[in-house]
């Protein structure tokens, strides 16, 4: 007995020291912050406590969500993602793929994702580019590019997202399927969302390593935050407050809630944006000129906003932010709204067959974020469509009929239809509008402040 436990002492005093040598030699091969980053590594709880492990859960409608909830190393050129030591891994060996863009059963949005791969295989690589904070892997393809796709499966679903697992702004960006204009184009976005650079995985060359990896965003629905779903409950308008604080600050904020000049409100005329879109691609407003002198007899200032991909946002933003209302017909500029105060009013024109996408993307969003939300359905007469086919045509009194449920079938009514207002009926509703933005103007502030707001924004007023 007592010579065996002798012998297993003498084992592990000896292993100790082979140890020991081993470590010193090791060590004094790495250099400081190497060490400094092992080392809040190591002391990390959950990667000690905590087996590694890489999952997926593929149940939303929406989304997969994959992750390595230990180190990783992401192989760019491969889109892989390796754990840092597999040789320490126990599992039953794991390669899953998953493409991260929040559309995922549609086939036209998800050829343009790129394919991601986690896998528990061997491999000799070594991590270049050491980071301490975890990353969040996601694509810009997709629909990426039009505006409302920009914020409906990327800029909403990334804000969810970092909100369910991270309390503070800690954490990598990792894009894959980046265009160059997007970092661009959303700055003030990213950088407000995270503190840490983005890495555009299309263009890295080199391997870096995360403590964990998230690969996917989440999505609860069309503009929708079901604070439910969620262990810090956020809104929509939460939302909304994020992208105020990412264009203005805090600080100018401030002096814009301030500011309530009230002995001007009575001659100062509530402001309108007039959204406009281009006949090339559908759903432009033919009597445009008309409608502007409308709406300025009826007492708004109105200011025509033509956004383009060369639009800066942080200009629009303050344009939107100190404006009192806006008016669009049904498209992805509408997703400007986003920009408006709560309290503001949105009119929404909703051409023939359009009605349950301008509620779905835009009505509904839009009484979330606590506007005053007006809806005009056009009359078949004012409708383009009406030049081509008779008032009596299926395709103007049941568009269901029409385009019997297939989306393919809408591109009549989105992209070949323009819209002819009929002003004496247009014009309750801009009346409706005006009653709406002029309180909202008056209880909130007098226009001196927004004024230099719309002024830092001049080169979008035409
Ligand atoms: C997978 O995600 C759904 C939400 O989409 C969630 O309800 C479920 O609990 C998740 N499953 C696991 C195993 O985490
Ligand atoms: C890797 O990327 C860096 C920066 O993007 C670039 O300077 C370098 O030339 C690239 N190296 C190779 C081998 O492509
Ligand atoms: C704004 O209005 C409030 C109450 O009406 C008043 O107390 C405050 O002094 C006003 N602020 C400015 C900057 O005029
Ligand atoms: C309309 O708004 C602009 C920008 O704030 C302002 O300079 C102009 O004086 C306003 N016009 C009227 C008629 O209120």
């Given at each position: 007995?007592?010579?065996?436990?002798?012998?297993?002492?003498?084992?592990?005093?000896?292993?100790?020291?082979?140890?020991?040598?081993?470590?010193?030699?090791?060590?004094?091969?790495?250099?400081?912050?190497?060490?400094?980053?092992?080392?809040?590594?190591?002391?990390?709880?959950?990667?000690?406590?905590?087996?590694?492990?890489?999952?997926?859960?593929?149940?939303?409608?929406?989304?997969?969500?994959?992750?390595?909830?230990?180190?990783?190393?992401?192989?760019?050129?491969?889109?892989?993602?390796?754990?840092?030591?597999?040789?320490?891994?126990?599992?039953?060996?794991?390669?899953?793929?998953?493409?991260?863009?929040?559309?995922?059963?549609?086939?036209?949005?998800?050829?343009?994702?790129?394919?991601?791969?986690?896998?528990?295989?061997?491999?000799?690589?070594?991590?270049?580019?050491?980071?301490?904070?975890?990353?969040?892997?996601?694509?810009?393809?997709?629909?990426?590019?039009?505006?409302?796709?920009?914020?409906?499966?990327?800029?909403?679903?990334?804000?969810?997202?970092?909100?369910?697992?991270?309390?503070?702004?800690?954490?990598?960006?990792?894009?894959?399927?980046?265009?160059?204009?997007?970092?661009?184009?959303?700055?003030?976005?990213?950088?407000?969302?995270?503190?840490?650079?983005?890495?555009?995985?299309?263009?890295?060359?080199?391997?870096?390593?995360?403590?964990?990896?998230?690969?996917?965003?989440?999505?609860?629905?069309?503009?929708?935050?079901?604070?439910?779903?969620?262990?810090?409950?956020?809104?929509?308008r939460?939302?909304g407050s994020?992208?105020k604080?990412?264009?203005?600050?805090?600080?100018?904020d401030?002096?814009m809630q301030q500011s309530n000049h009230s002995q001007d409100t009575g001659s100062v005329r509530p402001r309108l944006v007039l959204?406009?879109?281009?006949?090339?691609?559908?759903?432009?407003?033919?009597?445009?000129?008309?409608?502007?002198?409308?709406a300025?007899?009826i007492g708004f200032n109105v200011t025509?906003?033509?956004?383009?991909?060369?639009?800066?946002?942080?200009?629009?933003?303050r344009l939107i932010h100190a404006s009192h209302a806006m008016l669009?017909?049904?498209?992805?500029?509408?997703?400007h709204s986003i920009f408006l105060r709560p309290g503001s009013v949105l009119v929404q024109?909703?051409?023939?067959?359009?009605?349950?996408?301008?509620?779905?993307?835009?009505?509904?969003?839009a009484r979330t974020l606590g506007l005053e939300y007006i809806?005009?359905?056009?009359?078949?007469?004012?409708?383009?469509?009406?030049?081509?086919?008779?008032?009596?045509?299926?395709?103007?009194?049941?568009?269901?009929?029409?385009?019997?449920?297939?989306?393919?079938?809408?591109?009549?009514?989105?992209?070949?239809?323009?819209?002819?207002?009929?002003?004496?009926?247009?014009?309750?509703c801009l009346e409706e509008a005006y009653v709406k933005a002029k309180r909202f103007m008056e209880e909130n502030e007098g226009n001196e402040n927004m004024d230099?707001l719309v002024?830092?924004?001049?080169?979008?007023?035409?």
């Open positions: 007995m007592k010579k065996i436990s002798l012998t297993t002492g003498a084992s592990i005093l000896g292993l100790s020291i082979a140890l020991l040598i081993f470590y010193v030699y090791d060590l004094s091969s790495v250099n400081f912050t190497r060490i400094q980053v092992l080392k809040r590594w190591a002391i990390r709880p959950r990667a000690r406590s905590r087996p590694t492990v890489i999952t997926c859960n593929r149940s939303d409608l929406w989304y997969d969500l994959c992750s390595i909830n230990g180190p990783n190393l992401l192989e760019p050129t491969s889109s892989t993602l390796f754990l840092v030591d597999p040789t320490r891994y126990f599992g039953p060996p794991v390669s899953v793929r998953t493409r991260p863009y929040t559309r995922k059963s549609d086939l036209g949005a998800m050829k343009h994702v790129k394919e991601l791969t986690l896998t528990s295989a061997q491999h000799h690589m070594n991590c270049a580019v050491m980071h301490t904070s975890p990353a969040v892997v996601f694509s810009a393809g997709g629909y990426t590019g039009n505006f409302f796709h920009d914020f409906n499966d990327g800029l909403l679903p990334l804000f969810i997202t970092v909100n369910s697992f991270f309390g503070n702004h800690d954490f990598h960006l990792v894009v894959t399927d980046c265009s160059l204009w997007w970092p661009q184009k959303y700055k003030e976005v990213i950088s407000r969302i995270s503190s840490l650079p983005m890495i555009d995985m299309d263009r890295a060359n080199r391997t870096h390593c995360f403590p964990s990896t998230i690969v996917g965003l989440i999505k609860h629905g069309p503009m929708t935050v079901e604070p439910a779903r969620l262990a810090r409950p956020i809104t929509l939460d939302f994020f992208l604080d990412a264009y203005l600050g805090q600080g100018e401030k002096a959204l406009s879109r281009t006949r090339q691609v559908g759903r432009a407003v033919l009597n445009q000129k008309e409608l502007m002198a409308l300025e007899q025509l906003f033509k956004p383009s991909h060369k639009t800066s946002l942080a200009d629009a933003f669009g017909v049904h498209g992805a500029g509408l997703m024109v909703v051409p023939i067959a359009t009605e349950w996408v301008s509620e779905m993307f835009f009505g509904n969003p809806e005009y359905r056009i009359q078949p007469s004012e409708s383009s469509l009406a030049d081509q086919f008779s008032i009596d045509d299926v395709v103007l009194n049941n568009p269901r009929a029409a385009t019997k449920g297939d989306w393919s079938n809408m591109k009549l009514y989105l992209k070949t239809q323009n819209v002819k207002l009929d002003m004496v009926r247009f014009r309750a230099k002024s830092s924004s001049r080169k979008l007023i035409k």
